[in-house]
């Protein structure tokens, strides 16, 4: 073993290199790749630092982006009637823009509108914007020259007075819901136009209600002109009221399975079921033999009572048989929507307290019909109204319940027994519904 190694194979700190070890430490050590890493720090140091550079800029542009630029509510497609008055400046759009929640940042709009030399192609009109648009999205709209002097607004079935405000006032299509507000409770001034509301100025049956407006608003979707008012949008769906009555009391009943007093079905729904083996036509089904002792105005009322109780359009007239059956006995609606409405609670679930104000729309504590409607009800609903289910009506329902409130349930009993048990079956789906509702309301403020 030569005297300059150890047993490892290692020289000694003590050993001198010899022209022999340093080309072989050279050759296999790293010494010999100096020069390369000479080379390649500079560029590894360069290449680093444009990651740190580049991660900050994103993460910059991305709070930007969030925070001034991008849509309020990225992938929402419904319209909002945005209008731009005739000598309003591009900071007042600005603002506007950012009052109907179209814009993240009024600030950004109006530089990114100067910076583009587009102040000029500002003009009046209606604009039909969402609030799934960018910032870039909603300048290029407003500058395209695509203005129109319409709006549409779309009222949906079981909607309050308050709810049609709330959404009026979002469109930009009244100037407050305040305004909207003192209109509803101000029949005097509509009696003229709508025979709806004369009939009920000389019943004398306005005193009272809530809003005397509540009912005679037709849920459906219009056009009106964007310079239109309050007052003229209101006589727009008054108009629309009187056309939906008419043709309600006017058209044919719709034809169904009916009993007589024994309980044997006498028609059915396809006269063909009827023929015989010999191939002769059925004649076709009779009128519902139903007669209704509820005049127009009461027939509203119940209507309303029906598009807030019943989750769906199949059950519609199911609903209303229940409640002309509780009528004909002279038991009380105990309608949970009716005890609802003048508190202005949205929830399934309400309390012992809730259930048992006293008012005059509490079914739970009045005989009878409500004071007034509790919405303004789809022509659907004013059917159902007027033509219950004549098999529930033979059978004697008399109690309804909701089910599973996600899929629009309606679970009916004949007897009190089984609607308590059908009310202990699905009371904690509505809890939880009500708790999701919640949470999702306290999010969306």
Known sequence: MPRNRSPYGRRHETDRYTQRTLHRDREFGFYW??????AARPLLVLLCSLVVVLGIFARGWTM?????????????????????????SAAKIALNLEG???VRNPAIFRYIVQFRGLTSKLQAGNYPLTRGMTVWDVVDKLTEGSA???RTITIIPGWTIDDIAR????????????????????GERFKDTSYRMQDAAQKGTMEGRKYQLEGYLAPDTYRVYSNATAEDIVKRLLSQTDSVIDQVFTEPPPIEVV??????????DDPEEDADAEGEEAEPAEEIPFATTLDREQTIILASIIEKEAGRKADYRRVSAVF???????????????AAYPLGIRR??????????????????????????????????LTAALYPDTDYIYDGYLYFCAGDPDKGETVFAKTKDEHQENVAKYRELWVQHDQRQARAEAEGN
């Not at 790749?33 to 000479?38: E, H, I, P, T």
């Not at 002309?324 to 009716?338: C, F, I, P, Q, Y």
């Open 33 to 38: 790749y100096a020069w390369l890493w000479k």
């Open 64 to 88: 930007v982006n969030e925070r001034l630029l991008m849509a309020v509510q990225p992938g929402s497609a419904d319209t909002v009637d945005f209008v731009i008055e005739k000598g309003d």
């Open 100 to 102: 109907q929640q179209l």
């Open 148 to 150: 129109s002097n319409e």
């Open 167 to 186: 959404y009026l006032n979002r469109q930009g299509a009244v100037k407050g819901e305040a305004e909207f507000l003192a209109l509803a409770n101000d």
């Open 259 to 268: 009993r007589d007093e024994a309980g044997n079905i006498v028609t059915a």
């Open 324 to 338: 002309h059956n509780r009528l004909e006995k002279g038991m009380r609606l105990e309608s949970d929507a009716t």
């Open 348 to 381: 399934i679930v309400l309390t012992a307290d809730e259930l048992m104000s006293a008012n005059g729309y509490n079914t739970y504590t009045r005989d009878g019909l409500p004071i007034g409607p509790i919405c303004n009800p789809s022509k659907a609903a």
